[in-house]
């Protein structure tokens, strides 16, 4: 009887330390996450050095019309959707919304050569922020 009474304790605390350590390894893999986590939406945004008008004078003076485009009369807004890292370096570039012809590739090469951004902050904390930006195509 004694013997009985000892094992099923035993696989007692070992179902015991098996759910422990589901639940250690969930809280980990959740505080990882948090770490990881970007901001769409902060106390204080990310912001190109200078502001939103500086900005827009660094993509008009860097951004060059692709030929092909030209040639296509090709216009419209490429959206680009990227991450500023609390460094304030822009990562994770997608085109979230292309017009083709040559377009998409610019806008990329342009948001690449940008300086570093001043980081967004939430809850007084430097943060990851996701960030989404039209760039305009225009023949006029």
């Known amino acids: 009887m004694k013997s009985i009474f000892i094992r099923m304790s ?8 098996l759910i422990a350590q589901i639940l250690f390894a969930q809280t980990t893999l959740e505080s990882e996450n948090q770490k990881d986590k970007t901001h769409p939406f902060v106390d204080q945004m990310a912001e190109y050095p200078g502001g939103l008008d500086a900005m827009n004078k660094f993509i008009t003076e860097n ?14 807004t490429v959206i680009l959707n990227f991450v500023v890292n609390p460094q304030g370096e ?30 967004g902050k939430h809850d007084g904390k430097i943060v990851e922020v996701n960030y989404t ?8």
């Open 63 to 76: 951004l060059k019309y692709p030929e092909k485009a030209k040639q296509n009369k090709i216009k419209g």
């Open 10 to 17: 035993l696989a007692g605390l070992l179902l015991c330390l």
């Open 90 to 119: 822009l990562g994770k570039l997608k085109v979230a919304g292309g017009i083709g012809h040559g377009c998409d590739e610019e806008a990329v090469r342009v948001l690449s050569m940008m300086p570093k951004w001043k980081p």
């Open 133 to 140: 930006l039209p760039i305009l195509f225009s023949l006029d």
